[in-house]
Each structure stands twice: as C-alpha cells, then as structure tokens.
C-alpha cells in the first residue's frame, strides 16, 4: 500500500505542475490586497466564491488549463499572468485598475494578458473536440437508450 500510495500521489503532481492550492492562494492574494502576500487563506465558501467571482473559474481550472498551455508559452510567463488573463476576461475592468491591482504598469499588464489569451485561444479545438469525443464514446450505449 505505501509503494501504490506514493505512486498515486508523484502522478498528481505530475498532472498539476501548479497545484489548485497554489491558485486558490494567489488568486485570493490577487483578489484582497494586490501584490502583498497573505499566509495560509482558508479554504471556505466565502473565498471559493470570491476566487470564481473574480476568475470565472475553480482553482481545479486553472490548474488544469495551466497545463495545457504552459509548454507554448515564452519562459518569462508564469502561473500568476494565467490569474490576470482570466480576471480580465471575468472583472472586464480597465487596464489601469487592473494592473494596479497586480502591481505592474499597463503595458506588461496588456502584454502578458495577451500572450496568455492567445495560448488559452489556439486550444480550444482540441480540447473541446476530444473532450466531445469522449464524452460521447464513454456514453454512446446512454444515447442509444434515449427517447427524445
């Protein structure tokens, strides 16, 4: 048990590179205060609400579109820029408010946003079509068995 304990757990950190934890960390520590740190956040409703209310999405997404995109994008791009992108899809507020709230001027705040966007953009028919494709191929006796 403790050899197939250990496996289990290399393989989810093999999955999330960036741990849904470290998102919902950030993403909050984005959310109240800007660039300072908080330590040790809890995880509750409130705060869960307040990171989908602020990032349209679960830490668990994030941590998993991460993923997706992080082989494309330049080596000076990091997990945080993925927060701001999604905020600014979300919040939709002003380049000056928001890279004010991630502490950097405009045009890294518009530069990285973009470069993020574009990467999240270039998956979309891959990721949605195998996500269809297994769907159905996982389900396809269920559809049979349908009256419409």
Avoid at 66 to 90: C, D, G, Q, S
């Amino acid at each position: 048990m403790g050899r197939r304990g250990k496996t289990r757990t290399s393989q989810q950190q093999q999955r999330f590179k960036i741990k849904p934890s470290t998102f919902f960390q950030r993403g909050l520590t984005l959310v109240f205060c800007g660039h300072e740190l908080i330590q040790n956040i809890e995880l509750n409703a409130t705060n869960y609400r307040h990171f989908r209310s602020h990032y349209g999405v679960s830490p668990g997404t994030c941590a998993v579109c991460w993923n997706l995109i992080e082989h494309t994008l330049p080596r000076n791009l990091v997990y945080t820029h993925l927060l701001w992108a999604l905020m600014f899809l979300k919040v939709y507020g002003t380049e000056s408010v928001l890279s004010t709230k991630c502490n950097c001027d405009e045009k890294t705040f518009r530069t990285k946003v973009w470069i993020i966007l574009k990467a999240i953009d270039s998956m979309k028919s891959s990721v949605v079509s195998s996500y269809i494709c297994s769907f159905l191929i996982n389900n396809y006796n269920d559809f049979l068995h349908c009256h419409f």
